[in-house]
């Protein structure tokens, strides 16, 4: 299997995808960190904030004006771990954390944006909308079948200046058309919801170092998350629910996205709420109704 993937859950969407030996193609941020130490820079969030102008600075030079934006300046983690907002100067100087930076509160659609970039030229973009929840978590993403070309243009500019020469997939979360987040990786929680042939498209990237995807079947979809309070732990719904929900219809896939032998205190999640699953469906109705019938057996929602 090509595709170097740590949580058990996702392995469905990888599963028999051919690849000649030694490919290796990344959906974790730390293997992406260590396999292109070229590029690893973009893993610091304080030199792409940097590299767009914006006004920042690590904890310890004060903001000149609140509220500001403050995240881990580096977090191979995820899931926005360590990130609030800091309203004004009481909450900073009460808040000071050495590895941490500040930067604007940026407005606007959060947008997860894949791209397949050859010898650093962009070759194809897929755009997701975020619908926030509470404390750092999403409720769900709409993975937009139309192409935001404003947005499309601002990041091809900024792979151009840099990342020249890299070739595989690049992922940017923006805020207001401007990159908050950047990753050297594939997506690995909608893969299903991209077409047919996708997953072989990014194979030939890594194998061949082109692109070659017809992509004439775009259509929206929604990748919608089940969220529960902290503080408790939980255990996996029977497989037999879980089928029951993956056949529900406009269902793609289904994840259940923790381990239940780990503690929960033990993965990494936003401060507000413990992830437990995630319902892929290309009608965004049918999707709440899948995460319905599993939020009533976590007892949550």
Partial sequence: ?????ADPWRLQYFEGIACPPGVRIPTEDPDAWQWYPKHRWIYNKLSVAESQGLECAPHGVRPPSFPVFSKPIINLHGM???SRVLPDLATYEREETAGHFWMPLLTGDHVSTDVAVARGEARWFRHCRGAPGVGGTFDYWTIEAGRRESLAAYLEGWLVRHLAGYTGMFNAETIGGRIIEAHLRVADQWPDLYGAGWLDAVVGLYARGDWEFADTDRRDGY???LFGPHGREYRHPPAALVAEVRRMPA???VQITFHQDRPAAAHAMPP????LAVVNATDLEAGLAARARLAGFFGVG
């Fill in 1 to 5: 299997m090509p595709f170097c993937e």
């Fill in 80 to 82: 926005g771990v360590g």
């Fill in 223 to 225: 990748s919608i998350a």
């Fill in 251 to 253: 269902v793609s896939s």
């Fill in 272 to 275: 507000g709420g413990f992830r």
